[in-house]
């Protein structure tokens, strides 16, 4: 098994391991001009995200001439951030979204639930009944919650990091960010347990999972992570159980200024990125090892 | 009952059968639909021409294209011959599971909810239970009000075209209500398609009465913008002009007021495999229950095909779009892979 991993291509143990699309990078293809407008990437949004201003880093990758992609209606939208692929639908109508930013400002004193969606409504101008029309009920306005902020941390990016942005490592951008996601929660905060808890019901854990890792990549996104190696996923996985923990941490936290969140963030990270180094270095002595035995046996004429 | 003879010819189709006939008809309803879609953009709403009853026009009753007029006859003939064991019926065909589809409808509804501080600037919510008849909707609507929600003022109106399933909704009232939802119900006869006119419900004195609302001896009507809550549970796929009544719930309701429909939709959410057996049972099961429970086979006959015959549920979605009305997310929700959906749309701030 380790041999036939070790001797197979990269593209061949991309398609088997499923990854994600292979961004073209500018060394693999010095000679084609970059055709396209900063206008047409930002076109190429995802599920995740909808405008962005982008990194420079990350627009030199779009190196591929226009007639070489498939036209963006051909293609089916991507869960994560994807050049390559349209934009998907946004989640909210205009309507919900006028009634759910308004209901949103009754969250700190009526929590998720209907009181604050009838305050919201009648803010607006509608009705007791109107926030009937919302197809989940309170846990439309989380799901808001949960998207709102998502989306607000590409705005926040250039006030995180301060034209710091070449120097910080990826890592420190990552923390960064997840700070600042996680002080979105700091007006709720009161009411985040109730929230959670409503999230980790059957019929809606799917969502909040989705919504979670769509979290995930964006922060990595955002952070200018261009990894297309199985790192991709566990990155990713990492961060979102380490948001998660953290996030409930900080629904316990008294001290001012939410040191201890902060505090409680830095370590697990810490340990990510330890534990992330001591599987790299398994991983990189198993593929010396493995070659290596895969080179004797060759060398004695196994056809391998 | 003069096409008995051709209806007893279609009773027992195929599934061969059923498969192509509905797409006609789907594609009928969609064709009326794609030549208003654009016109309805433009901002000022002028009622297209489809949306304005016709009784001349051809409609589809069942598996038969009919007139409108003669649709709203035989639709009427339908439920006069099923009021008395349609709620028997509908615990039968469903093995009771449309209980939970309408305690779910009313739930997510939530209807008279007020948050405790500060009294509604809207007033008293008014609700309006259309095609209502023996009171499914109406009665769960009250207890959820009255009961769960403590909120004693709010109103039901039960409105049906047939006083025959009135007349039934009536008597469980006064038997099955206790007196304080009584007071706040209240039955009248009116077609949805014209809510200005209507009457209060009138006792069905003699057995060759005609059951059937008519409009000339309509004594008031629904003003605008007058209701908060507007519902119509299995009945909306009776009208003879579906866009006219969908027009008519959107003048009724004020601004904000939710637009709330439950009705069979497209079992086709799940696997294709529920979904024939789906169409098995309605098609082989459901008249013959009707038979041997109601002794009337071709009214459930005619339910199975007007189910059939029923838009998707984008379809219908787009059809509450094209009336006005704003939706959430997808616009719908489906129930039991689809058996049944719940469509909900507001009617927006100007």
């Not at chain 1, 409930?248 to 936290?253: G, Q, S």
Request: glycine share 6%; hydrophobic share 40%; with cysteine.
């Amino acid at each position: 098994m380790a041999s036939a991993a070790v001797t197979c291509s990269a593209g061949a143990a991309r398609r088997m391991l499923l990854l994600p699309p292979r961004p073209t990078v500018t060394l693999l293809r010095p000679s084609v001009p970059v055709t396209r407008s900063l206008s047409t990437t930002a076109n190429h949004s995802s599920v995740c995200r909808h405008s962005h201003t982008q990194q420079q880093s990350i627009r030199s990758r779009h190196i591929r001439p226009e007639s070489q992609r498939t036209p963006a209606s051909q293609l089916q939208t991507r869960a994560y951030h994807s050049h390559d692929h349209p934009a998907p639908p946004r989640p909210f109508t205009e309507a919900e979204t006028t009634l759910l930013s308004a209901a949103l400002q009754h969250v700190p004193e009526h929590g998720f639930g209907p009181e604050a969606l009838a305050h919201g409504a009648r803010d607006v101008g509608l009705l007791d009944i109107s926030a009937a029309v919302l197809p989940d009920g309170p846990f439309s306005l989380i799901r808001y919650h949960l998207y709102a902020q998502r989306t607000g941390l590409a705005a926040k990016k250039d006030d995180l990091f301060q034209g710091t942005e070449a120097i910080m490592t990826v890592s420190e951008k990552v923390e960064a960010l997840t700070w600042a996601r996680l002080r979105g929660n700091e007006v709720i905060i009161g009411k985040w347990q109730e929230a959670l808890a409503i999230m980790a019901m059957p019929s809606q854990a799917p969502t909040a999972a989705k919504e979670l890792g769509c979290l995930a990549d964006e922060i990595y996104y955002l952070a200018g992570d261009l990894s297309v190696d199985p790192s991709w996923y566990t990155k990713r996985a990492s961060l979102s159980a380490i948001y998660a923990a953290t996030e409930l941490f900080m629904t316990t936290d008294r001290s001012p200024g939410f040191q201890e969140t902060r505090a409680f963030l830095r370590r697990r990270l810490d340990e990510a990125s330890s534990l992330g180094g001591a599987v790299r270095s398994v991983s990189q002595w198993l593929s010396f090892t493995g070659s290596a035995a895969v080179n004797v046996l060759r060398s004695k004429g196994v056809r391998i | 009952m003069a096409t008995a003879a051709a209806r007893q010819a279609m009773s027992r189709p195929s599934l061969l059968r059923i498969i192509p006939r509905p797409r006609q008809q789907q594609q009928l309803i969609s064709l009326r639909f794609s030549s208003s879609s654009s016109a309805t953009s433009s901002s000022p709403p002028k009622t297209p021409e489809y949306a304005i009853p016709d009784p001349s026009r051809p409609t589809h009753f069942g598996y038969e294209t009919v007139t409108e007029a003669e649709k709203r006859k035989r639709v009427a003939g339908v439920f006069t011959s099923v009021a008395e064991s349609y709620d028997r019926m509908n615990d039968l065909m469903s093995f009771g599971w449309h209980r939970i589809w309408k305690d779910h409808f009313v739930s997510t509804l939530n209807p008279g909810f007020s948050p405790l501080s500060g009294s509604s600037p809207s007033g008293p919510q008014h609700i309006l239970d259309i095609a209502g008849g023996t009171g499914d909707i109406a009665f769960r609507m009250l207890h959820h009000a009255h009961v769960v929600n403590a909120n004693p003022s709010v109103r039901v109106t039960i409105s049906d075209i047939n006083r025959a399933m009135l007349s039934v909704g009536k008597a469980r009232a006064t038997t099955d209500l206790p007196a304080s939802q009584q007071e706040a119900l209240s039955f009248v006869e009116a077609n949805a398609e014209n809510l200005s006119q209507t009457r209060p419900l009138q006792p069905i004195l003699s057995e060759t009465e005609q059951t059937f609302f008519d409009p000339a001896t309509a004594t008031s009507g629904i003003p605008d913008a007058s209701v908060d809550l507007y519902t119509v549970a299995f009945g909306i796929r009776n009208f003879s002009n579906i866009p006219a009544a969908l027009r008519e719930a959107h003048r009724v309701l004020k601004p904000g007021g939710v637009f709330a429909c439950l009705e069979f939709s497209k079992a086709d959410k799940w696997t294709s495999i529920f979904e024939s057996l789906y169409k098995e049972w309605s098609f082989r099961a459901i008249p013959l229950i009707g038979q041997l429970v109601a002794g009337d086979r071709d009214s459930y006959q005619y339910l199975v095909e007007s189910i059939e015959r029923f838009p998707s549920q984008e379809e219908f979605r787009d059809m509450i779009v094209d009336a006005g009305f704003v939706v959430a997310g997808k616009g719908y929700e489906d129930l039991t892979g689809g058996v049944a959906a719940i469509h909900r749309g507001m009617k927006p701030r100007k």
